[in-house]
């Protein structure tokens, strides 16, 4: 395997593992072990075979060099608000980085600073979006600044300008206006097509999510007879394939309205019409559904870093589905939720690691829970 060192790894804290990728494996799996080894085995981590340039999403922020007199763009230093300037990444895709340096070159010509910019690509269609993000809704001489980078970068399939006026941590605003293309892109998982927007959440590392999707369908245990409930269903990723790949039926939950129209959006491009979605609290929901005395046969439940909620694993023991399947982006929280809802009467049978952000800390989860 080809080995690379980050010149910017001091500097930019984005990554936080400085060691062999093999060694990173075992450090990863480790920490399972610790955090989850008493519930049940922990199966050997999915590792990488080529572990660079892996996320299809890369935002910089721009800025100004007082003393150097220049714009700069790159990620903000670990808990500052200072720039690392940098031009390439060993985790980002190849072409956003190109990318984002064209535009940097091009503002300085256009006298404009834009906040930031956000490149997307799919991988499998090669589909490219370039999202420029301003705290102002003029944007001068914009035709000419897409003319421009589309010279540069003929293959970008759409280009966004995104207002941002708050002094937030959050990078897009609710305002946008498409200025080339569609205004979205699309990209391939596990055999469906999902479409992707400036604002939406599609997992950053592909080849990684169909391991991880692909263990997580594989604990549902689906032959073709199961009714699947999606909680925390987002823009119905999972759902969509769970649908398409032996549940009977499936109901996706989410909170976010923008999230459940892109949902139902998904499905229709997919063609999948054993699926629904609904915009609801999930917890809420569930409990709904035990005292009608509903019943489900799988949960599936892939909540944010924070984890779950003892009142979520309290409606999903009333409910009682045979089986549970767990995703998780933090083994902490859920060491904790396993730990509160394995006294509810479920018990691990299977837990996965899935090493999808080589070179940081994080680490992914599957977990397969069954009744009694």
Do not use: W
């Not at 006298?111 to 944007?139: A, Q, W, Y």
């Amino acid at each position: 395997m080809e080995i690379k060192v980050c010149k910017h790894y001091k500097k930019c804290g984005g990554c936080q593992l400085d060691m062999p990728y093999p060694q990173q494996l075992v450090y990863k799996q480790n920490l399972e072990q610790r955090l989850l080894g008493k519930f049940c085995k922990i199966e050997p981590i999915i590792g990488m075979y080529y572990p660079y340039h892996y996320r299809n999403k890369v935002q910089a922020a721009f800025g100004f060099d007082q003393r150097r007199k220049q714009i700069i763009s790159g990620v903000y230093q670990s808990s500052s608000h200072k720039i690392v300037c940098v031009d390439s990444c060993m985790i980002e895709d190849k072409k956003a980085d190109e990318i984002i340096v064209s535009v940097r070159k091009l503002v300085r010509d256009f006298r404009f600073l834009p906040r930031h910019v956000l490149v997307k690509r799919g991988f499998s269609t090669n589909e490219i979006m370039v999202v420029v993000v301003t705290d102002s809704p003029i944007f001068p001489a914009k035709h000419n600044f897409v003319k421009a980078l589309l010279k540069l970068h003929p293959e970008i399939t759409t280009i966004i300008h995104n207002i941002n006026p708050y002094d937030t941590s959050l990078v897009l605003g609710e305002r946008e206006t498409v200025l080339y293309g569609k205004g979205y892109i699309e990209d391939r998982l596990m055999g469906c097509t999902f479409r992707i927007s400036a604002r939406s959440f599609y997992q950053i590392n592909p080849t990684q999510t169909e391991k991880l999707y692909g263990t997580a369908i594989e604990y549902a245990g689906l032959t073709g007879n199961e009714s699947f409930f999606d909680a925390y269903c987002g823009t119905g990723t999972i759902g969509i394939i769970a649908a398409k790949n032996g549940a009977k039926s499936v109901l996706g939950v989410e909170l976010n309205k923008d999230a459940v129209k892109d949902a139902i959006s998904n499905a229709k491009r997919n063609q999948i019409e054993n699926i629904r979605f609904t915009c609801a609290d999930a917890t809420e929901y569930i409990l709904g559904m035990a005292a009608a005395k509903e019943s489900v046969d799988v949960i599936m439940m892939d909540p944010p870093r924070a984890g779950s909620t003892e009142e979520f694993l309290d409606a999903v023991a009333k409910l009682a589905p045979p089986r549970v399947v767990y995703v998780s982006c933090n083994p902490e929280t859920l060491a904790r939720d396993l730990q509160y809802i394995t006294k509810k009467g479920y018990k691990a049978k299977k837990i996965q690691p899935v090493d999808m952000f080589p070179h940081t800390a994080h680490v992914e989860t599957v977990v397969l829970l069954s009744k009694g």
